[in-house]
């Protein structure tokens, strides 16, 4: 199969598994098409699945990152002994783990084509990220706590695994009860890492965005939470501050090159 017949499959599949969109008809734009199958990745529910669409979806994924092109960590350049600063799409990442902004479903982002973080992360990771998240969401019990962590594989995704963790959300005033909590987010993550014999992790702009974290004092914590976690450990793991506005760039080469 080339790509547009993968694609064409996999919409299909999805397709025949909800009987009300039977008169869904497939465009014939290649970008339609995407726009439609990640729409359909967006709001399945997590199931069974079996493995010749699972060995069909996996090529597909595999071959669209590879054409975005990947970024291995080796290419990078420190800003600081083991810290990275990098602007990208983190879906495109190599290193050990990347870290999620979650929800406390634990879930990813049920919404078509959503711009946040954690519907792209489950998109181009494959179905089974859904389905791994929410067997560990029914044997925990409850939804996920703010500023806890979980680990996951990262399917089809460059890396090797993912991180969730819920950061947040601020409503009207930012409180001091907040900015704890965001950064337990980071110590959770970086403490995780460690128990996985994960040596290099890439962290996202928690909290920021949709749950209305201030963008200058999330990274302020981010930061500072790091350092202190790698001092106070003599961890040696790599960290990676990923961020994909030119704003946010700006606001962490700030604080990472001169503090």
């Avoid at 996996?58 to 960590?73: N, P, W």
């Avoid at 209305?212 to 990274?219: L, R, S, T, V």
């Amino acid at each position: 199969m080339n790509q547009q017949e993968r694609r064409i499959f996999l919409i299909r599949e999805m397709l025949s598994e909800q009987p009300r969109y039977a008169d869904i008809e497939i465009p014939e734009n290649e970008q339609e098409q995407k726009r439609l199958l990640r729409s359909l990745f967006n709001i399945r529910m997590p199931r069974h699945t079996n493995s010749e669409f699972l060995a069909v979806q996996d090529a597909y994924l595999q071959a669209e990152t590879a054409e975005k092109g990947v970024t291995d960590i080796s290419a990078l350049t420190p800003v600081a002994e083991g810290i990275y600063l990098w602007q990208g799409d983190i879906t495109t990442l190599r290193c050990d783990a990347i870290v999620n902004a979650a929800n406390s479903q634990m879930l990813g982002c049920f919404c078509p084509c959503h711009g946040c973080i954690d519907n792209a992360i489950h998109t181009f990771a494959g179905v089974q990220l859904r389905e791994t998240c929410a067997a560990l969401m029914k044997e925990q019990g409850y939804e996920e706590e703010t500023g806890k962590a979980k680990i996951t594989p990262a399917y089809n995704l460059p890396s090797k695994y993912v991180l969730h963790t819920v950061g947040p959300i601020v409503s009207g005033r930012l409180t001091k009860k907040d900015e704890k909590l965001l950064a337990s987010c980071y110590h959770s993550c970086m403490e995780l890492a460690e128990e996985n014999g994960i040596t290099s992790l890439a962290f996202c702009c928690i909290s920021t965005g949709e749950f209305h974290f201030p963008n200058d004092k999330a990274a302020e914590i981010a930061v500072q939470t790091v350092k202190q976690y790698k001092e106070k450990t003599k961890s040696n793991m790599e960290v990676i501050f990923n961020v994909f506005k030119d704003m946010d760039y700006k606001i962490y080469r700030k604080l990472l090159v001169t503090d």
